[in-house]
């Protein structure tokens, strides 16, 4: 069975780090592109970052560029996001998701092949 599992969420003052794991099983994401998506209480889920099947692109939120870093290692079926500088606006439930494309992870309106369980991440001020 396929499975995306977060970790590394946890708590964290006002301008500390994270770093964040998507481990993949039961099927190679190596040609899938991948992504983080956030969704905090009251609010609509909000992209932050994706990554090209082969690591060679990568996007970003506007409200997380220079701040946040998206990674991923094929051989290990796993996707990473580096999050620095974090502000309580970062609190959420971050979401590892995978699409056949690209372009489909960054469509508003794309479709999502397959999504983890999420992992919280609370910072305060």
């Known amino acids: 069975q396929e499975r995306l599992v977060e970790s590394g969420g946890g708590s964290v003052q006002a301008g500390g780090s994270l770093s964040l794991s998507c481990a993949a099983s039961g099927h190679s994401f190596s040609s899938y592109a991948m992504g983080w998506f956030r969704q905090a209480p009251g609010k609509e889920r909000e992209f932050v970052a994706a990554?090209?099947?082969?690591?060679?692109?990568?996007y970003y939120g506007n409200s997380v560029k220079g701040r946040f870093t998206i990674s991923r290692d094929n051989a290990k079926n796993t996707i990473y996001l580096r999050m620095n500088n974090l502000k309580p606006d970062d609190s959420a439930i971050y979401y590892c998701t995978a699409a056949m494309a690209i372009a489909t992870m960054l469509d508003r309106d794309g479709r999502r092949d397959y999504w983890g369980q999420g992992t919280q991440v609370t910072v305060s001020s």
């Open positions: 990554v090209s099947w082969d690591g060679g692109s990568t």
